[in-house]
């Protein structure tokens, strides 16, 4: 298992949302999906931003990954849904799975 305890991995809750997104986020980059898709796909990014976001800014050290955070939150919304074109949005979703998948993988180191 992980060891939670050290800085080099973050805790498995957080690859795992991470990962998920990812996952999420190239299945709709390579196939077309029903609505409903779309709609999980925009819940479970928003969470894996939120905790991108609460991982990036801590009062003793802030990373540059948390402004990624926010975009994706703000691009994302469940509640206030952004309306782009499936061009663009396939663009969005490839960058986000590629980022989440890094994040999940723990390819991107957010502590250093």
């Given at each position: 298992m992980w060891n939670t305890t050290s800085k080099a991995h973050p805790a498995w809750w957080r690859r795992l949302?991470?990962?998920?997104?990812?996952?999420?986020?190239?299945?709709?980059?390579?196939?077309?999906?029903?609505?409903?898709?779309?709609?999980?796909?925009r819940i479970l990014v928003f969470v894996a931003s939120i905790v991108l976001v609460m991982r990036c800014y801590r009062p003793q050290?802030?990373?540059g990954w948390g402004v990624y955070g926010v975009t994706s939150l703000i691009l994302f919304n469940p509640i206030i849904p952004v309306h782009l074109s499936r061009d663009i949005w396939v663009r969005i979703d490839l960058v986000a799975g590629i980022i989440f998948g890094a994040l999940g993988l723990n390819a991107i180191k957010i502590d250093e």
């Open positions: 949302v991470w990962s998920t997104a990812s996952m999420v986020c190239f299945l709709a980059v390579f196939f077309r999906m029903p609505y409903e898709y779309y709609t999980f796909l050290k802030q990373s």
